[in-house]
């Protein structure tokens, strides 16, 4: 019993998370009950996306990953909060819903019934929502970003950012650059091949560059430095096959590889450095920086094949797994020596963050979400001192399971704590989803508010805030 709770641990945000509407084509929309007190001067929007759907005529998905985009919208006024969500109308989910059925292929479900022109056939737009140069997108590794009305959240369509890279993969963690603009990578399986993205402040693609990289599979999260990009590549060897998802392709390999960190240089977009270090899979990755001659950045390891983690049924059985750990911790890349060290900053942890004013700079703080519960169900925000290692941080405790949490920098903010720490949280007990609002300065104090809505929404994987 102890094997399966552990395995449910990192996915518990998945089946027992979503109400009965995640598996119908219904928006949202209402008015969240505030209990506390909203800073007066936090006013924005918090963008949320995640995967919805999971059945369709008498048919489920697999993988948590699977399930088509539903974009949430909460906006902060004036001491007040409201929330609508919609589904993204990609053509999958245009096809399938009047379908009645699905009808392609997911990441870890196969599904065979029609063709597959290119990547955005089978764009489910379900993994972030990123406001940029005055318009959102919602974001999904394998293919194009899919545009969104900023107010109503009504699907406008596919963005190519230039006529080239039409339903290019462009990933869903894309790195906002201090001058203005943004990084991003887009992921080729198979193929060997990283696609390099800059983009300026107007979203016009000033640089790209295709850079070949050995045994290259899943990579879904990328950091940036004053000088570098650098991805973390798990050990999978990709063994495609008839009838097989693309995640039932991917093989773990951690006996014979170890994890890479893969280095290139910002200024010519060509590999610097490969460094190894010992074999672990991986999802998220918070900041980088440089450090004299090394460069510093922080991940959350998992122990062993975390897409395993992930999955919820295979064929209608839970697949077997072995007991599993997650840390977070700053790695150190040492281009003289060419060895990576490693120090833990935290225990069973996701979804690292940092202020945004210190993205690709020399940070001291990093937020994650923990467990605090022998079932290992993130429930609580912790906040991280990456100098001294103390953490300042909230559990919520039993019944609720937290979703990712982002730091907010107050107006001219002086330090990385001088503002809010925004997120959301799944309220079991009392069927709700909730905003949560605490002072970044004193997270241990609990929640300076919270806003119920009056029922609930689906999951969220990743998002951003929007001030106004």
């Not at 406008?156 to 603009?181: N, Q, V, Y």
């Not at 950091?223 to 650098?230: A, D, N, Q, T």
């Not at 495609?240 to 200024?267: C, I, M, Q, T």
Request: hydrophobic share 40%; with cysteine; glycine share 10%.
């Amino acid at each position: 019993m102890t094997n399966r709770r552990q395995f449910l641990g990192f996915a518990a945000m998945c089946l027992a998370s979503f109400p009965a509407l995640a598996d119908s084509a219904g928006d949202l929309s209402g008015s969240a009950t505030v209990l506390g007190r909203l800073p007066p001067d936090l006013n924005g929007i918090f963008y949320r996306n995640g995967p919805g759907r999971y059945a369709l005529g008498g048919e489920r998905y697999h993988h948590l990953f699977d399930g088509d985009g539903f974009a949430q919208r909460w906006q902060i006024a004036d001491g007040k909060v409201s929330h609508i969500g919609r589904y993204v109308a990609t053509q999958k989910f245009e096809e399938e819903s009047k379908a009645g059925r699905f009808l392609y292929p997911a990441f870890g479900t196969y599904v065979g019934r029609k063709g597959v022109k290119n990547n955005d056939t089978i764009n489910v737009a379900n993994t972030n929502l990123l406001p940029f140069n005055g318009g959102l997108y919602a974001l999904w590794e394998g293919g194009s970003a899919t545009e969104m009305d900023p107010q109503t959240l009504a699907t406008r369509g596919i963005k190519t950012w230039r006529k080239d890279l039409k339903a290019m993969p462009f990933s869903a963690h894309p790195k906002m650059d201090p001058e203005g603009g943004l990084w991003n990578f887009g992921n080729m399986p198979g193929a060997d091949q990283l696609l390099i993205y800059r983009l300026n402040q107007r979203g016009e693609v000033t640089r790209t560059a295709m850079i070949p990289v050995p045994q290259l599979n899943m990579v879904h999260d990328f950091v940036v430095s004053g000088r570098h990009l650098i991805f973390l590549l798990a050990p999978y060897d990709m063994r495609p096959g008839p009838e097989r998802s693309l995640g039932e392709s991917l093989y773990w390999e951690g006996d014979k590889r170890p994890l890479r960190a893969v280095v290139v240089a910002k200024d010519t977009l060509t590999l610097r450095q490969v460094f190894e270090l010992p074999a672990r899979s991986v999802f998220h990755l918070g900041n980088a920086y440089e450090d004299g001659a090394c460069t510093r950045l922080d991940a959350v390891l998992h122990d062993g094949d975390a897409l395993v983690k992930t999955a919820l049924e295979v064929r209608g059985q839970i697949r077997p797994v072995s007991a599993y750990g997650s840390n977070t911790v700053q790695i150190t890349l040492d281009y003289a020596s060419g060895q990576a060290r490693e120090a833990r900053l935290f225990g069973v942890s996701e979804f690292p963050r940092v202020a945004p004013q210190v993205v690709s700079a020399r940070h001291r703080k990093l937020l994650v979400l923990g467990a605090s519960g022998r079932e290992l169900i993130l429930d609580s925000v912790n906040l991280i001192d990456t100098d001294s290692g103390k953490v300042d941080g909230y559990a919520f405790g039993a019944g609720w399971e937290v979703e990712e949490h982002v730091l907010v920098p107050r107006r001219g903010a002086r330090s990385e704590t001088d503002g809010y720490v925004v997120g959301v949280a799944q309220d079991k007990h009392h069927g709700q989803t909730v905003l949560t609002v605490f002072d970044a300065h004193n997270i241990k104090a609990g929640p300076m508010a919270l806003a119920r809505l009056p029922y609930r929404a689906p999951l969220c994987f990743h998002g951003n805030f929007l001030a106004t």
